[in-house]
């Protein structure tokens, strides 16, 4: 029994090792949440591993959400998720999140307006 | 390069497209969607919280549930996206989080197999989401009166009920147009009713 030279990389293989087997992020990230990535994202000094280089290069044109991500890189959803909360704990990803419309929380005004704005992007597609 | 302060309002909302097995969802989702469907997989395993029906669920190790969902750029800083439900409506672990936070849900609906939307009106009702339904004509046909399926859905009456073409732009367009309007409209009734 040999280890090491025939472990199995790829990511869908073994989807949780790329995060050394945690399954909690250290920040709760919604599946639209926008990731963006930082200056200190952009310098590349700071990166720890082939995916956070992936994640960098993909977040560092246009905005991409945390179910973008995950489908691109092809890892499950929580891999995505832990892998973008250390990035951006470590400053490497800014993360935007969603406007909430949830029917009894939230800030009404704010709500109201952002609908407005997705009502007339809609009309102008 | 953008400052934080350029960015500072981004955002993003979403939309929830339901509706059975084979109704057309991603095809609905691909019609309007900026980008080809993608998909993105869920794992649940035995270690998931808030799992009160493990026991239907016949791998306790990993089940994946798969998502197609596509994106519309509505400003710079204002990005709106489409989540299909996964098919099975059992994986009901994914759909909590799919309807956290949405505007509000299309349920798209087959009247060859009415009764596969039954549960998904029943959550989104129990979950105060606002959804419409839209009946999914496959070939251009209307083969019912909107209020004959209102009625076997049982749904209240102004909960919006309107055909569509899944595969066509423009009727994707203004069944997304008549959810934002009809969710619009609930907050400004609430409003007026609260003063």
Same mark, same amino acid.
């Given at each position: ?65 945390l179910?973008?991500? %995950?489908?691109?890189? =092809? ?13 951006? %704990? ?21 709500g109201? =307006?952002?609908? =407005? ?8 597609l | ?13 979403? @939309? ?6 084979g ?15 993608l998909?993105t997989?869920? @794992? ?9 029906? !493990? ?13 197609? #969902? ?12 489409l ?9 009901? #672990? ?7 936070g ?19 009106i029943?959550?989104?009702?129990h979950?105060?989401?606002?959804y419409?339904?839209?009946? !999914?004509? #496959?070939?251009?046909?209307q083969? *019912?009166?909107? !209020?004959?399926?209102?009625d076997?859905?049982?749904?209240? *009456? ?9 595969? !066509?732009?423009?009727s ?22 609260? *003063?």
């Amino acid at each position: 029994m040999v280890l090491g030279g025939d472990e199995p990389t790829g990511s869908l293989v073994r989807p949780y090792a790329v995060t050394r087997g945690r399954t909690r992020p250290q920040l709760e990230i919604a599946l639209e949440a926008l990731v963006e990535t930082t200056a200190r994202g952009r310098s590349g000094q700071f990166l720890g591993g082939r995916e956070q280089k992936v994640i960098v290069d993909l977040c560092g044109g246009r905005l991409q959400s945390l179910a973008e991500i %995950a489908a691109r890189m =092809e890892v499950p959803l929580g891999v995505a998720r832990v892998l973008v909360a250390d990035m951006a %704990a470590d400053g490497l990803l800014a993360v935007h999140e969603p406007t909430g419309f949830d029917a009894d929380g939230g800030d009404g005004s704010v709500g109201t =307006e952002l609908l =407005e704005r997705v009502l007339s992007g809609l009309r102008r597609l | 390069m953008n400052s934080s302060a350029d960015t500072s309002r981004v955002t993003s909302a979403k @939309i929830v497209i339901a509706g059975g097995f084979g109704v057309g969802k991603t095809t609905l989702v691909g019609s309007v969607s900026e980008i080809t469907p993608l998909t993105t997989e869920a @794992i649940m395993t035995s270690a998931s919280e808030g799992v009160d029906d !493990n026991n239907l669920v016949p791998d306790k190790q990993t089940t994946t549930v798969a998502m197609d #969902f596509g994106r519309i750029t509505i400003d710079q800083d204002l990005i709106l996206y489409l989540f299909g439900t996964p098919g099975q409506t059992r994986f009901w #672990f994914m759909w909590d989080e799919l309807v956290r936070g949405a505007i509000g849900a299309i349920v798209l609906v087959d009247t060859r197999r009415l009764a596969d939307c039954f549960s998904v009106i029943d959550f989104f009702e129990h979950r105060k989401l606002p959804y419409l339904v839209a009946v !999914n004509c #496959f070939d251009g046909k209307q083969l *019912h009166d909107l !209020n004959d399926i209102r009625d076997a859905l049982q749904i209240s *009456h102004d909960v919006p009920v309107m055909y569509t073409d899944a595969r !066509n732009r423009e009727s994707t367009k203004q069944v997304l147009i008549k959810l934002v309007e009809y969710v619009l409209s609930m907050r400004r009734t609430r409003t007026v009713g609260v *003063h």
